[in-house]
C-alpha cells in the first residue's frame, strides 16, 4: 500500500498545504492530523470576535473545499512521537502511521506562567477556540481583569474585555505596550488611545505572585504592588510545538529549523528531502529583511508557506522531475504582514518591524491616522499604519533591503 502525505496540524497552514497538495495534483492518500476536536478555523478573532461575542466554531470555521472531499482529518488525537529515519508517526491513541512526505504545522502553544500556588481556575491563556470560549464566560460587566503581558494578543483582549464592561489593567515588563513590533513612539500613541477608554498600563515591572487559594482573586507586582482582579489573562509569549519530534537528528531549537525551500534541517544542516515545516512552527531566513533565522507570527505566512510546500510535494511524489527541479530553484521569500485592531485603532504593518532602526512619520499625523516607515540606513525594512490601510497598502512592495 502507498504510504501517505501526512499533514501534522489541522491549522490554516495544514489545511492550505492538503488544499494546494490536491490543486497541484497529488492524488493518493492524505491525511491531516490535529490535537485539537475542531476542524480548521481562523485564529486572529479569538481575541475579538470570539471574546465580544458568544459564538461557536461554525462562527470562525475555514469553509472546506470540495478538493478535500476524500482527505483522512484525525482530529483530536496528537502526535506524540515520529520517527523521521522509518518514516512514521504514533498518535496518542497508540495508532502508528506511515508516510511518504511529513509536513509538519502544529503551530505554538502559550507559554503559562510557573508559579507555587497558582489557583486552579481564573488563569486563562489565548490560543485556541476552547481558551477563548472559556474566557468570554468570565468577562462580565464589572469584572476585574488584569492582563500580563503587553504584546499584540493581550492588548487586544484588554480592548475587548473593556468593552464588554471589564476594568482593565495591563501589566508589562517593557516601558510601553507592543514596544518591540512597533517601535517607542507608536507604540506611546496606542498606549494613550488605549488610557483614553480606561484601560490602566502598570510597565517596567513583572508578576511575583498569583492569590487565590481554588480561584485567582489578584497577583502582585515585583515593586510591591498588588492588584485585585476576577480574571487573569496570561499573553506572555509562545512555545514551538515540537516536542514530538525529539529523538530525532533535527534541528528543533526555537521551531524547526528550515531551508530557503522549507525542508525541515538536520542538526549539521543538511536537509532531510521529505520532511517539511510551515506556519509558526517554522524557522525561516527571510534575507531581504533579516540574515538570520526567525519564526514569524504573521497570518500571511502559514499560507504562503503551505502553497510552496504543497507544490512542491505534489510535483515530488509526481513525475515531472523538470518541474519539481524549477520549483525547489524558488526561494520562499515572503513580505510579512499582520494587521491588528483594538478600540478604534485598526494597525497594517508589511515587513520586519523590530528590524528597524529608525522609525520616521511618513504620513499624517500622531494621535490620528498615520503611517511610520521602518529604517535600516536607507532601506526600509518595515511600514505601519492606523488607518489609511489603502495608502500602508502602497507600501507593500517597497520594503525590504534594497527594495526602498
Given at each position: 500500500?502507498?504510504?501517505?502525505v501526512?499533514?501534522?496540524?489541522?491549522?490554516?497552514?495544514?489545511?492550505?498545504?492538503?488544499?494546494?497538495?490536491?490543486?497541484?495534483?497529488?492524488?493518493?492518500?492524505?491525511?491531516?492530523?490535529?490535537?485539537?476536536?475542531h476542524?480548521?478555523?481562523?485564529?486572529?478573532?479569538?481575541?475579538?470576535?470570539?471574546?465580544?461575542?458568544q459564538?461557536?466554531?461554525?462562527?470562525?470555521?475555514?469553509?472546506?473545499?470540495?478538493?478535500?472531499?476524500?482527505?483522512?482529518?484525525?482530529?483530536?488525537?496528537?502526535?506524540?512521537?515520529?520517527?523521521?529515519?522509518?518514516?512514521?508517526?504514533?498518535?496518542?491513541?497508540g495508532?502508528?502511521?506511515?508516510?511518504?512526505?511529513?509536513?509538519?504545522?502544529t503551530?505554538?502553544?502559550?507559554?503559562?506562567?510557573?508559579l507555587?500556588?497558582?489557583?486552579?481556575?481564573?488563569?486563562?491563556?489565548?490560543?485556541?477556540?476552547?481558551?477563548?470560549?472559556?474566557?468570554?464566560a468570565?468577562?462580565?460587566?464589572?469584572?476585574?481583569?488584569v492582563?500580563?503581558?503587553a504584546g499584540?494578543?493581550?492588548?487586544?483582549?484588554?480592548?475587548?474585555a473593556?468593552?464588554?464592561?471589564?476594568?482593565?489593567?495591563?501589566?508589562?515588563?517593557?516601558?510601553?505596550?507592543?514596544?518591540?513590533?512597533?517601535?517607542?513612539?507608536?507604540?506611546?500613541?496606542?498606549?494613550?488611545?488605549?488610557?483614553?477608554?480606561?484601560?490602566r498600563?502598570?510597565?517596567?515591572?513583572?508578576?511575583?505572585?498569583?492569590?487565590?487559594?481554588?480561584?485567582?482573586?489578584?497577583?502582585?507586582?515585583?515593586?510591591?504592588?498588588?492588584?485585585?482582579?476576577?480574571?487573569?489573562?496570561?499573553?506572555?509569549?509562545?512555545?514551538?510545538?515540537?516536542?514530538?519530534?525529539?529523538?530525532?537528528?533535527?534541528?528543533?531549537?526555537?521551531?524547526?529549523?528550515?531551508?530557503?525551500?522549507?525542508?525541515a534541517?538536520?542538526?549539521?544542516?543538511?536537509?532531510?528531502?521529505?520532511?517539511?515545516?510551515?506556519?509558526d512552527?517554522?524557522r525561516f531566513?527571510?534575507?531581504?529583511?533579516?540574515?538570520?533565522?526567525r519564526?514569524?507570527?504573521?497570518?500571511?505566512?502559514?499560507t504562503?508557506?503551505?502553497r510552496?510546500?504543497?507544490?512542491q510535494?505534489?510535483?515530488?511524489?509526481?513525475?515531472?522531475?523538470?518541474?519539481?527541479a524549477?520549483?525547489?530553484a524558488?526561494?520562499?521569500?515572503?513580505?510579512?504582514?499582520?494587521?491588528?485592531?483594538?478600540?478604534?485603532?485598526?494597525?497594517?504593518?508589511?515587513?520586519?518591524?523590530?528590524?528597524?532602526?529608525?522609525?520616521?512619520?511618513?504620513?499624517?499625523?500622531?494621535?490620528?491616522?498615520?503611517?511610520?516607515?521602518?529604517?535600516k540606513?536607507?532601506?526600509m525594512?518595515?511600514?505601519?499604519?492606523?488607518?489609511?490601510?489603502?495608502?500602508?497598502?502602497?507600501?507593500r512592495?517597497?520594503?525590504?533591503?534594497?527594495?526602498?
Amino acid at each position: 500500500m502507498t504510504r501517505p502525505v501526512i499533514v501534522v496540524g489541522a491549522s490554516m497552514g495544514g489545511l492550505r498545504a492538503a488544499e494546494t497538495l490536491r490543486k497541484s495534483g497529488y492524488e493518493g492518500r492524505l491525511v491531516v492530523i490535529g490535537d485539537e476536536p475542531h476542524a480548521p478555523y481562523n485564529r486572529p478573532p479569538l481575541s475579538k470576535e470570539v471574546l465580544a461575542e458568544q459564538v461557536d466554531h461554525a462562527a470562525v470555521a475555514f469553509p472546506l473545499s470540495e478538493v478535500l472531499d476524500d482527505v483522512e482529518w484525525v482530529l483530536g488525537n496528537a502526535v506524540v512521537s515520529a520517527d523521521l529515519d522509518t518514516q512514521s508517526v504514533t498518535l496518542a491513541d497508540g495508532q502508528v502511521l506511515d508516510y511518504s512526505c511529513l509536513i509538519i504545522a502544529t503551530g505554538l502553544r502559550p507559554r503559562r506562567l510557573d508559579l507555587p500556588g497558582k489557583p486552579n481556575s481564573g488563569a486563562h491563556a489565548i490560543r485556541t477556540l476552547d481558551d477563548a470560549m472559556a474566557l468570554r464566560a468570565e468577562l462580565k460587566q464589572g469584572a476585574k481583569v488584569v492582563v500580563y503581558g503587553a504584546g499584540f494578543i493581550g492588548c487586544e483582549a484588554a480592548a475587548t474585555a473593556t468593552k464588554l464592561g471589564a476594568s482593565v489593567t495591563v501589566v508589562g515588563r517593557g516601558p510601553v505596550p507592543m514596544l518591540r513590533p512597533l517601535g517607542q513612539q507608536l507604540a506611546e500613541d496606542i498606549q494613550r488611545r488605549h488610557e483614553a477608554h480606561g484601560v490602566r498600563f502598570v510597565m517596567n515591572t513583572f508578576l511575583t505572585e498569583i492569590l487565590g487559594e481554588e480561584k485567582v482573586t489578584g497577583v502582585v507586582l515585583d515593586n510591591g504592588e498588588t492588584l485585585e482582579c476576577d480574571v487573569l489573562i496570561e499573553s506572555i509569549g509562545s512555545l514551538p510545538n515540537t516536542e514530538f519530534l525529539e529523538g530525532n537528528d533535527i534541528d528543533i531549537e526555537s521551531g524547526v529549523h528550515v531551508n530557503s525551500t522549507l525542508h525541515a534541517l538536520r542538526k549539521d544542516g543538511t536537509p532531510w528531502s521529505n520532511v517539511y515545516a510551515i506556519g509558526d512552527v517554522a524557522r525561516f531566513p527571510i534575507p531581504q529583511f533579516d540574515p538570520t533565522t526567525r519564526r514569524v507570527e504573521h497570518w500571511n505566512i502559514p499560507t504562503e508557506m503551505a502553497r510552496k510546500v504543497g507544490k512542491q510535494v505534489a510535483l515530488q511524489l509526481g513525475e515531472d522531475l523538470e518541474a519539481h527541479a524549477t520549483e525547489l530553484a524558488k526561494n520562499f521569500a515572503p513580505i510579512p504582514s499582520f494587521w491588528s485592531d483594538q478600540f478604534e485603532v485598526s494597525l497594517l504593518a508589511y515587513g520586519l518591524l523590530d528590524q528597524g532602526e529608525d522609525v520616521r512619520l511618513l504620513e499624517g499625523e500622531v494621535g490620528g491616522e498615520c503611517i511610520y516607515g521602518y529604517f535600516k540606513g536607507d532601506d526600509m525594512v518595515g511600514v505601519c499604519g492606523i488607518g489609511m490601510r489603502s495608502k500602508v497598502m502602497g507600501y507593500r512592495n517597497k520594503v525590504g533591503i534594497a527594495a526602498s
